[in-house]
């Protein structure tokens, strides 16, 4: 089969969805994994570790025969049971390691002997992902822009559009200093596997995403996408501050103490929080506004003050400046502005 006809052949299955029995170790899959994945190791970390020590002092055959042993008995049996009822739950189940070589072998043949027959992925994840890297690189549509001033509920449009990528909810990042989730934000590479899978299913020529910078907390942009993107038309959501202030109240407030207590986590912990997030724009704001802040923000967590008088002056101090700044230097990209209904409307009928 020539490059051609593989790298075709990679991205039409990706664009399937499949379901993927990811049997690397767990560091592995930590480092970077495909949406639909389950991640069930043939070999765990720690049995991994001992094997590669064998290979370096031993060789081959002993690391393979320690590998076995390692994985012997009831072991051995909960793993293919384990596997076995992802492949009866799942439909489209494919066998993965990282280049598609002994481990994803192993398993397919134990599966094979249990009368469950199930294909393995040809060069494992290091084929997808270099597949993925081919596709976030080569990107063949056309970018659109939304934008508007922080807490104008872009990204309520964004997850309500049929032609868009939530940027952000991949990211499980809201985007701003403030922005950081209670769960962790994935790594880069799952963020950029999840992204190839969003983008081949995508039938529109123009896509939809919302103005960010180049980093979405501890997440990078694939490098040509932020490039797309600053290079491409605005649509500019327009909404008052009273309304922006209401917003980020419900969402940075409301939904998130409900969401620190199902956490487990107290009032402080979401004070605590934010006030970090402050000192992460401290040199930006100054001294005199960072205390001002910072004590709104106290008096508000200790219910001596509303909490809309903390947003509003970091909006009206911080975010909006600066987001005037930035626009000033992209006016001539912006080919439509308006409310969120008009916004809406425009993004919609993009084909």
């Not at 701003?176 to 039938?203: K, M, W």
């Amino acid at each position: 089969m020539s490059n051609r006809s593989r790298s075709s052949t990679l991205q039409q299955f990706l664009a399937t969805q499949p379901t993927l029995l990811d049997v690397r170790a767990e560091q592995e899959y930590a480092k970077g994994h495909f949406p639909n994945s389950f991640n069930v190791p043939i070999l765990t970390d720690d049995e991994r570790r001992q094997v590669g020590t064998a290979y370096k002092q031993q060789g081959s055959d002993a690391a393979t025969a320690l590998g076995h042993k390692l994985v012997s008995g009831d072991l051995r049996e909960q793993r293919i049971a384990t596997w076995q009822r992802i492949c009866a739950d799942y439909d489209n189940v494919h066998i993965m390691c990282w280049r598609g070589g002994q481990r994803s072998g192993l398993t397919q043949q134990w599966l094979a002997q249990r009368g469950v027959q199930r294909p393995r992925i040809d060069g494992g994840f290091k084929a997808l992902r270099q597949q993925s890297l081919a596709i976030l690189n080569h990107p063949e549509k056309t970018f659109w822009l939304l934008g508007g001033r922080t807490g104008s509920a872009k990204t309520v449009i964004i997850r309500g559009l049929h032609n868009s990528i939530d940027l952000e909810g991949h990211a499980n990042h809201r985007g701003s200093a403030f922005g950081r989730r209670l769960t962790p934000q994935p790594s880069t590479v799952t963020f950029e596997c999840a992204l190839t899978i969003d983008y081949l299913n995508h039938a529109q020529r123009n896509l939809v995403v919302e103005d960010e910078s180049r980093t979405i907390g501890s997440v990078g942009l694939p490098e040509r996408w932020h490039q797309c993107m600053q290079q491409a038309d605005i649509a500019l959501l327009e909404v008052n501050i009273e309304q922006r202030v209401a917003h980020i109240k419900q969402e940075y407030v409301d939904e998130a103490l409900i969401e620190a207590a199902q956490h487990g986590l107290t009032e402080e912990h979401l004070h605590q929080q934010y006030q970090s997030a402050l000192l992460r724009i401290g040199k930006r704001l100054g001294g005199a506004r960072m205390q001002t802040l910072q004590k709104l923000l106290a008096q508000a967590f200790r219910q001596q003050a509303s909490h809309t008088a903390w947003i509003d002056y970091l909006l009206r101090e911080y975010y909006d400046p600066m987001y005037d700044y930035q626009l000033s230097n992209k006016q001539h990209r912006v080919k439509v502005r308006g409310n969120a209904d008009d916004i809406t409307d425009f993004l919609t009928q993009l084909s």
